[in-house]
C-alpha cells in the first residue's frame, strides 16, 4: 500500500514537473516569436522611427511628452492638414526650432510663401541639423527631412525653391516651436 502510494506520489510530482516545463517552453516560444514579429514589422514598416542619437526615448515616453497629434506627426510621419498650420502665415522674425528636441533649424529669414499650405523656408540654419531620407512612400520619390539630433520627422524638401538655393523645404507647423529670440550662442 505505502509502494503504491509512493508511485502516486511520484507520478503526480512527475506530471506537475512535465506541466511546467511545458508552460515554459511554450511561454518561451511566444516570446520569442512576438520579438521576431517586431523586429519584422520594424524593418517593413517606414512609419516606425527608432531614434538614432543619445536621445532614445521609448515609444510611450514620446507620446506623453509630445501628445497625440505631435507624436503622429513628428515620431509616425504624419502630415498635418495643408493650410491649417499655425505658422503658415507667420511673419515674425525669430527662430523656428525642433517641436521634439528643441534644437534650432530654420530663421525666419529663410521662410517664404511657397503656396503649397505648409510653412516654408529656402535654407536650414545648418544642414548638419537636419538629416535627409530617401521616402518612396504614396507612389512618389521624396526627400523626407528628419531632424538630426532627435530624429523627428519635420516634412520633405524639394528642388523647387527660390534662389539662392533652389531648396523648399516644407515643414509641418507642429513639428516647429517658434521663438522671437535670437540665435543662442553655441
Ligand atoms: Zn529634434
Known amino acids: 500500500m505505502r509502494q503504491i502510494c509512493y508511485e502516486e506520489m511520484s507520478s503526480r510530482v512527475f506530471n506537475i514537473w512535465v506541466r511546467a516545463i511545458f508552460v515554459i517552453l511554450v511561454f518561451s516560444f511566444v516570446q520569442c516569436r512576438t520579438h521576431q514579429l517586431n523586429e519584422k514589422a520594424d524593418i517593413r514598416d517606414p512609419s516606425i522611427i527608432k531614434p538614432i542619437t543619445q536621445m532614445q526615448k521609448t515609444e510611450q515616453e514620446w507620446l506623453t511628452e509630445l501628445g497625440a497629434e505631435k507624436y503622429r506627426v513628428l515620431r509616425q510621419c504624419g502630415t498635418e492638414a495643408p493650410f ?44 548638419s541639423k ?57
Open 130 to 186: 537636419i538629416r535627409k531620407v530617401r521616402d518612396t512612400s504614396h507612389g512618389m520619390i521624396r526627400t523626407e527631412i528628419r531632424c538630426a539630433q532627435c530624429d523627428g520627422h519635420l516634412g520633405h524638401v524639394f528642388e523647387d525653391g527660390p534662389k539662392p538655393t533652389g531648396l523648399r523645404y516644407c515643414v509641418n507647423s507642429i513639428a516647429l516651436d517658434f521663438s522671437s529670440d535670437s540665435l543662442s550662442e553655441h
Open 84 to 127: 491649417t498650420g499655425k505658422y503658415l502665415y507667420h511673419h515674425a522674425k525669430g527662430i523656428y526650432r525642433c517641436a521634439g528636441c528643441g534644437v534650432e533649424l530654420f530663421s525666419s529669414d529663410t521662410k517664404f510663401d511657397s503656396g503649397s499650405g505648409w510653412p516654408s523656408f529656402f535654407d536650414a540654419l545648418e544642414k
